[in-house]
């Protein structure tokens, strides 16, 4: 069974600093896997997606990259901003892309201080 | 731009109660799902659907069951609501293999 794991589950940077939000996962054998964040009390919103076959995605001052083969994908993030204060969280869909195959980690709480 | 919503943003219920939590989503999107979000547990799937009328369970179904009439809505019912089901309810919906969106979540208590 696919296991997803995020360390660290807290962390807390001045502004402006670049940081690496981590996600592994015990099957390399996915589909793709999807980044989000999440605010207190509210729903996910989609960073971004990364494709098997693909080793990045970059949006705005976001990058994720992908090592199917080591089992680990990073989220980068570049001069960061108070507003990047977030839950981040990343997940994996299973390699047959089957919608039952969704795996969450269960995320990484960012605090940027200004 | 996509978007998925859900009917309440918080409901209150009373033990025992039938509780219906809606969804509509607007981008002709074959998925929808529904999650549950609790702390120290994260998300877990309860149902899914892939089509009209199509559904699935998910990990934890106990308690729940789910209805889609048509495609761009997804319904939700705890048929006895129960004190263990409080929790922040997640609706979400994608096409096929594709990005999954999510809505702005329904905080249910039940007293």
């Known amino acids: 069974k696919q296991e997803v794991t995020q360390i660290p589950a807290a962390l807390s940077v001045p502004e402006g600093e670049n940081l690496v939000l981590n996600c592994s996962f015990t099957?390399?054998?996915?589909?793709?896997l999807q980044w989000f964040r999440q605010d207190p009390g509210k729903g996910l919103t989609s960073l971004l997606l990364?494709?098997?076959?693909?080793r990045e995605q970059t949006s705005g001052r976001l990058n994720a990259s992908l090592d199917k083969s080591s089992g680990r994908s990073t989220l980068y993030i570049a001069a960061s901003q108070p507003g990047d204060s977030a839950t981040y969280l990343c997940?994996?869909?299973?390699?047959?892309?089957?919608?039952?195959?969704?795996?969450f980690g269960s995320g990484t709480q960012l605090t940027v201080l200004p | 731009d996509v978007k998925v919503t859900q009917s309440s943003r918080y409901l209150v219920k009373r033990t025992g109660e039938k509780v219906f939590l809606e969804c509509v989503q607007d981008?002709?999107?074959?998925?929808m799902f529904w999650y549950r979000q609790d702390p120290g547990l994260g998300l877990r799937l309860i149902y899914f659907?892939?089509?009209?009328?199509?559904?699935e369970k998910g990990d934890i179904p106990e308690g729940y069951s789910v209805s889609r009439e048509k495609k761009e809505r997804f319904s939700l019912i705890l048929e006895s609501a129960s004190t263990n089901q409080t929790s922040m309810y997640l609706c979400?919906?994608?096409?096929?293999?594709?990005?999954?969106?999510f809505g702005s979540g329904t905080q249910l208590s039940v007293l």
């Open positions: 979400a919906s994608s096409r096929f293999d594709e990005k999954l969106f």
């Open positions: 099957d390399s054998a996915i589909y793709n």
């Open positions: 990364i494709q098997s076959s693909q």
């Open positions: 997940a994996v869909r299973g390699a047959s892309g089957s919608a039952r195959q969704l795996t």
């Open positions: 981008m002709d999107h074959e998925n």
């Open positions: 659907s892939y089509d009209v009328k199509m559904k």
